[in-house]
């Protein structure tokens, strides 16, 4: 028994620290899913470089994220609200004050396909790490840093139904233990690169027979109608 928990303990520690547990397969799906395609032309998004107070942050304890800068949350203030009063941020501005939570498919909610994410792909847990979110605000794809844990780039692949009207950010957890450690925590994050519109839009239209995805279709959709998705790739 000794030995399980000490194995246990060892992975616990080997996952917190960001380190690089995904196979190479992996990480080419999850930079895969940012090259977009419209009129036959595929592009990238602009991958936007990190502040240096951002950066230079420091984990309390290389699990948990560093605290949030007082003028990011000061500035905050100034955007519409969620209900859970967390700022509805324009796709400009990429440095944010968000609610994340965490979730694990050990949780095994009704309907969670085990291990999988929205995509069809494994859930992510090592340099690269799966994250959910409303994908009209974070589009499939979108990649943010959290401050104070530099090493880990996070990836949203997947959504849920309590997300979707909302500005919280879901991250994914391979056990309960390290999902109940993070628990709910509002934090800075920079969003360094804008997921795909168009197969957020592909996706979400063969799913509209439920009502969260399809109120997801729509709020995407608008954004990329009115040109404010492009405008900010």
Known sequence: MKTIQMISILCSLLLSGCGELDSSSSQSQAAGIHSRSKS???????????????????????????????????????????????????????????RTTAYSHEEREVGAPWKKNAIGTNLKYGRIRSAAADWSRYPVGTKFKIKGLPNCTYVVDD??????????????????????????????????????????????????????TRKMYYAAKAKVDSGEAARNR
Do not use: C
């Not at 602009?46 to 003028?71: C, E, H, I, N, R």
């Not at 450690?181 to 799913?207: C, F, H, N, P, S």
């Open 40 to 98: 036959g032309a595929t592009y990238k998004a602009k991958v936007a470089s990190l502040p240096s107070p951002f950066s230079s942050a420091k984990s309390p304890d290389g699990f948990l994220p560093a605290a949030a800068s007082s003028d990011i949350a000061q500035k905050a203030a100034s955007f519409p609200k969620d209900k859970h009063g967390m700022a509805t941020y324009p796709l400009a501005v990429r440095q944010r004050y968000v």
């Open 159 to 212: 959504y849920g139904s309590a997300l979707v009207g909302t500005n919280t950010v879901d991250i994914y957890h391979p056990t309960l233990r390290t999902m109940r450690r993070w628990g709910t925590r509002k934090t800075e994050i920079v969003v360094t690169e804008w997921g795909d519109w168009e197969r957020a839009l592909k996706i979400l239209e063969g799913r509209k027979k439920y009502s969260h």
